[in-house]
C-alpha cells in the first residue's frame, strides 16, 4: 500500500515536495495553507482537496508532512497550548514529518501531544532549497524515534538523495540551527569580503575565484558569490529566514551561557534587512547593506 500524504504550508518548499511526491507515484490527499489561493492551486495541479481545516489533512492522509514559518505556526497546527481546529484530532495511526526549522524543544512539544493522540512524529530538517525540493535531491536530518524514522523511511529516500538519522526529538534541529548559524555567518562574512574588494576596484570576478583557490573558499562562495556581484537575489532562503534561524541558534547559546558574537553580529545584519524592507531578497541580499552605494537607510 502507498501512503496517502497530505501538506500543511505549501510555499516554495512544501508545494515542490509534493510535487516531487505526487511524480514518483504517493498519492497527494490533501493540503492547506493558510493562503487558501495557493493550496487550491497546488490542489488541482497534484489532485488533492484543498482543505479548510486542519482536520480535514489529517482525516484524509496517513502521513503528514509539514512546512510552516515559525515556533508560533507550528504551536498553532498542533494546537498546542489552545484549543481549536488542529492536526491531532482523530489522529490516532497517523505520521506527522515536520520539516520546518523551528526551535528544537516545539518538535519535543510536538513529538509529545502527538504520542498523547495515538500518533507518531518525525523531525525532518532539510538543508537545502527549492531546487532540491523539486528534484528530490534534499539533505534530510532527522530526529525522533527510530522506529518512526524507519518506517517513513521509503517516503523520505524519494525526498532526498542523502539523510541522517540524528537522535531523539529536539536533536536534529539543534544541528540544523547550527548547519544555518554558520551559513548564515560565512554569507555576511562574503558580503564584506566583496563588499571591500569592491570599494578597493579589485576585479570581483577575479577575486571570487582566487577566494575559491584559498582559505576563503565555502559553499556559499559557490552559491551566493556572483548574485552578490551581480546583485541577482530571487529568494531561495530569505533574509528573513536567515534571521529567524540565527535568533533559534543564539537561543540555544543563551541556554548554554555561551557568548557567539559573530553569530549576534550576523543576526543584527539580517534583523537590518527586515527593517529596511529587503528581508524578502534572498540571504545574498545581505550584499545590498555592505556594498558602498547599493543601499539607502530608511529614515525613521
Known sequence: MTEKIGFVGVGRMGANMARRLKDVGFPISAVYDVRADAAKALAQEVGAEACTQLSRVTALSDVIITVVTDDSAMRKIFAIGRKGDSLLTDA?????????????????????????????????????SITQARDGTLYLMCGGE??????????????????????????????????????????????EGLALGDALKLDLTTLREVFSQTGANSRVLQTDGEDMQNREHSCFFSGAHAAKDSGIALNLAREKALNLPLAAATKKQYDRMVKEGIGELDKSGIAELTFKGRHKRRKK
Open 92 to 128: 490516532r495511526g497517523k505520521t506527522f514529518i515536520n520539516c520546518a526549522t523551528v526551535s528544537p524543544k516545539v518538535h519535543v512539544e510536538v513529538e509529545k501531544a502527538a504520542k498523547k493522540a495515538g500518533a507518531a512524529s518525525l523531525e525532518g530538517c532539510m538543508a537545502s
Open 146 to 191: 527510530e522506529a518512526v524514522f524507519n518506517q517513513v523511511r521509503p517516503i523520505l529516500e524519494k525526498l532526498s538523495s542523502s539523510m541522517r538519522y540524528i537522535g531523539k526529538a529536539g536533536q536534529a534541529a539543534s544541528v540544523k540551527a547550527l548547519v544555518n548559524m554558520v551559513m548564515n555567518i560565512n554569507t555576511a562574512a562574503l558580503a
